[in-house]
T-cell receptor
Framework: NAGVTQTPKFQVLKTGQSMTLQCAQDMNHNSMYWYRQDPGMGLRLIYYSASEGTTDKGEVPNGYNVSRLNKREFSLRLESAAPSQTSVYFC?????????????FGSGTRLTVV | AQSVTQLGSHVSVSEGALVLLRCNYSSSVPPYLFWYVQYPNQGLQLLLKYTTGATLVKGINGFEAEFKKSETSFHLTKPSAHMSDAAEYFCAVSAYDYKLSFGAGTTVTVRA
């Protein structure tokens, strides 16, 4: 089915290790996003890419970097993982700007940092 | 900047009873408003959205929401709860930018 694909689905890291979360969409959407979800806090925006070639910080960018590799792919990198980064990470994409389109979400990556 | 407050982190209803989830927003410009549902171990799925026009919006699975500008609210309702409605629900707001701001979520439990 068309949509947003995230890999991996589960990951356990040791403190200080690095990893990259992958995200790809096949809907020809311009905008892509990375959120983290923590209990009682909803979803918080880490980084977003309004269009290919651009990236911007969201609400909680510290400890993360992103790459908009092409129109389809938007990756999130943890350079030195910390226990505070234990969370569920969601990638999303949107068909247009202006805020009214809503997002299509991937199924998430559950990351545990020990 | 936009923000959302969802009133009540947990709601328990009986099967067949009314489901009412409350959402209030803050926005300096006319908002776009959304409700998403998340089933266990899944991503978020769009239930419905308000952009412009009719203030009563109908979504999937029998849900609807009404935009009330004077009350800065966008409450979600369903007349008769079903066991399959057990999930977490998120209200979200955006404006003329690319970013959605989410509420903290409301978990719905349906009692048989």
């Amino acid at each position: 089915n068309a949509g947003v694909t995230q890999t991996p689905k589960f990951q356990v890291l040791k403190t200080g290790q690095s990893m990259t979360l992958q995200c790809a969409q096949d809907m020809n959407h311009n905008s892509m996003y990375w959120y983290r979800q923590d209990p009682g806090m909803g979803l918080r925006l880490i980084y977003y890419s309004a269009s290919e070639g651009t990236t911007d910080k969201g609400e909680v960018p510290n400890g993360y970097n992103v790459s908009r590799l092409n129109k389809r792919e938007f990756s999130l990198r943890l350079e030195s993982a910390a226990p505070s980064q234990t969370s569920v990470y969601f990638c999303a994409s949107s068909g247009g700007g202006g805020g009214g389109y809503g997002y299509t979400f991937g199924s998430g990556t559950r990351l545990t940092v020990v | 900047a936009q923000s959302v407050t969802q009133l009540g982190s947990h709601v328990s209803v009986s099967e067949g009873a009314l489901v009412l989830l409350r959402c209030n927003y803050s926005s300096s410009v006319p908002p776009y408003l959304f409700w998403y549902v998340q089933y266990p171990n899944q991503g978020l799925q769009l239930l419905l959205k308000y952009t412009t026009g009719a203030t009563l919006v109908k979504g999937i699975n029998g849900f609807e929401a009404e935009f009330k500008k004077s009350e800065t609210s966008f409450h979600l309702t369903k007349p008769s709860a079903h066991m399959s409605d057990a999930a977490e629900y998120f209200c979200a707001v955006s404006a003329y930018d690319y970013k959605l701001s989410f509420g903290a979520g409301t978990t719905v439990t349906v009692r048989a």
